[in-house]
């Protein structure tokens, strides 16, 4: 029943304040409608699973779920996954990792040199490529985010635990900001 009232509030409340479209999905995250961002794309599609370009409100609440903070982890771990799998290989490659070290350093106003990027790239990457085949796959990325917890920590969204309390402007903003105070 609670789960029911929950859906209920959100999609009376907070649905109608949310945007909908990959455009003001951009605005909302980051309020920078020019700022091409892979991370906020892919976030977008992971919600949009019919592929039209605008999240349902069943997609919504479908997706949201995964950043309760009750949720299952390997719930969290497999969002994750596919979330830096940008290109959808089933694996995550160097230069996906790479994108979304960058992504989250630039909505950070850390200055970090290039090669410290790429220290920073290497050192994940050769740490979670355990089979080193030059990819991660699945087994190696849930191995990896159990030795690093702090991958997964923007996969929780702490106060979804407590639905009924005031929303800030969009929830995935709030995951963002968080994930910034991380890089
Ligand atoms: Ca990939
Ligand atoms: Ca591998």
């Not at 694996?91 to 990792?97: K, T």
């Not at 920073?120 to 191995?143: L, P």
Request: charged letters at 30%; proline letters at 4%.
């Amino acid at each position: 029943m609670l789960v029911g009232h929950c859906i209920h509030w959100i999609h009376g409340k907070l649905w109608p304040l949310l945007p909908k479209h990959i455009e003001e999905f951009h605005v909302a995250l980051f309020r920078n409608k020019k700022k091409k961002n892979l991370f906020v794309d892919r976030v977008f599609d992971l919600f949009d699973q019919k592929r039209n370009g605008v999240i349902e409100f069943g997609e919504f609440v479908r997706s949201l779920s995964v950043f309760h903070p009750d949720a299952p982890e390997e719930q969290k771990v497999a969002f994750a996954f596919k979330l830096y799998d940008l290109r959808q290989t089933g694996f995550i490659e160097r230069n996906e990792l790479k994108e979304m070290v960058l992504a989250l350093l630039d909505e950070s106003d850390l200055d970090i040199t290039t090669d410290a990027v790429e220290m920073i790239v290497d050192r994940t990457f050769d740490q979670a490529d355990t089979k080193g085949d030059g990819r991660i796959d699945q087994e190696e990325w849930t191995a990896f985010a159990k030795d690093n917890p702090y991958v997964l920590r923007n996969m929780t969204l702490p106060y979804l635990k407590d639905i009924t309390m005031v929303f800030p402007s969009f929830v995935v903003y709030s995951e963002i900001s968080e994930a910034d105070m991380a890089a």
